[in-house]
């Protein structure tokens, strides 16, 4: 149907051409096509199956594509409804953040998030620090922030400079405003499986594949990649009961990525290395998610390689797809901290009944 183009990594193009594919298989995102849809997923699979005897495997079918801009969109539409009501009692969620430096991309994250904000009704603060800055006055507006009753929660734009820790900046978030999820308490929290913020990227991981049907408990997951904001976090969500997958985390040592990613049911690409999930390491029908990103003078690549789209069931893209879903998490996690906060603020209403019951 479409060829891809593509550049290599010296920035010469070249022409990936899976041939045509028979419109009738090809099933994108929600609309699926009334003869897929009618013949199911193993109606589909046989399909590819007897395709594959004469076509290469990436010919025979396509994907489905799982759109993280629609979902986040609809999780937004949520949201609306929850600053509505809060502010009916007098309470606006006000998301902070602060951006260290002027690195574009951090700048331009930034930016989207504020924009955000404004779509819902969430209050922006915002607080922007020259790249020379002392670790010291970044944690004055750390401080600032966490006694400003204005701000019901707020991240510190990361990377920081290089003469910064990030550990000690992070620590000095109330963990009760730390709308990330990174502060060590609420890592510790979801350790114990105790009420806390959980990271964006996992939580909306999780979100994107229940909206799409993707089933979790009792699942093969392989997440590849270790990270604090993703990977670790991630496997630690997975295997809470509520969900109990079960949970291979792959990272630089582990010897044959691919053994592990070939017997998985989902696939989670966080290790930001471009296009490093090849089709023939995944098992056919598999869910393939995209997380890891990197920037190129071609645009941005995604940790799983095009390709993927000729053998797994359900995937995503570099963008479009869980990159929304962090952004639309941050969002929830301000209006979830601003709804506890009007909580612990009010005067207990099973308080209230116990005097009322007592005279
Ligand atoms: N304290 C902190 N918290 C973060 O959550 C955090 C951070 N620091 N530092 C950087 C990373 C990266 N990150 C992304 C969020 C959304 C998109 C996103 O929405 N991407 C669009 C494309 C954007 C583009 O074209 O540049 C998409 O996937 O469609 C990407 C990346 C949050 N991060």
Not at 63 to 68: C, P, R, V
Not at 164 to 192: E, F, S, T, W
Not at 276 to 293: E, Q
Request: aromatic content about 2%.
């Amino acid at each position: 149907m479409h060829r891809s183009l593509e550049s290599d990594a010296a920035g010469r193009s070249i022409v990936q051409f899976p041939p045509a594919r028979d419109p009738a298989t090809v099933v994108a995102g929600r609309r699926r096509s009334a003869t897929a849809a009618s013949a199911g997923p193993a109606g589909r699979r046989e399909h590819a199956g007897d395709e594959r005897q004469t076509n290469p495997p990436m010919t025979t079918c396509a994907a489905t594509l799982i759109d993280g801009n629609l979902a986040a969109e609809e999780i937004k539409e949520e949201l609306r409804a929850r600053v509505e009501r809060l502010a009916a009692s007098g309470v606006r969620p006000g998301l902070g953040t602060i951006l260290v430096g002027d690195d574009p991309g951090s700048r331009s994250y930034v930016r989207g998030k504020h924009r955000d904000c404004a779509d819902v009704g969430i209050e922006s603060i915002r607080r922007e620090l020259p790249a020379d800055s002392t670790q010291k006055e970044v944690l004055r507006v750390v401080r600032e922030l966490n006694e400003d009753p204005a701000c019901s929660g707020f991240i510190v734009q990361l990377p920081l400079p290089p003469h910064m820790d990030m550990r000690v900046v992070l620590q000095a978030i109330d963990p009760d405003k730390d709308a990330d999820g990174l502060h060590p308490v609420n890592l510790g929290r979801l350790v114990l499986d105790q009420p806390g913020t959980v990271p964006c990227t996992p939580q909306g991981i999780l979100e994107l594949l229940r909206r799409n049907e993707v089933p979790i408990t009792g699942a093969q997951f392989c997440v590849i990649g270790c990270g604090t904001t993703v990977g670790r976090p991630l496997g630690l969500m997975l295997t809470r009961v509520t969900e109990h997958a079960t949970v291979t985390m792959c990272h630089e040592a582990t010897v044959d990525v691919a053994a592990h990613t070939r017997v998985a049911d989902v696939v989670i690409a966080a290790a930001g290395v471009a296009h490093l999930v090849k089709p023939y390491w995944v098992k056919p029908g598999a869910t393939v998610l995209s997380v890891g990103i990197t920037r190129t003078v071609e645009g941005i690549l995604g940790d799983v390689h095009p390709d993927v789209e000729g053998v797994a069931g359900k995937w995503t893209r570099a963008t479009g797809g869980v990159g929304p879903m962090t952004r639309a998490m941050l969002l929830r996690n301000v209006v979830d901290l601003a709804e506890r906060r009007a909580e612990q603020d009010r005067p207990s209403r099973s308080h209230a009944d116990a005097v009322e019951h007592a005279g």
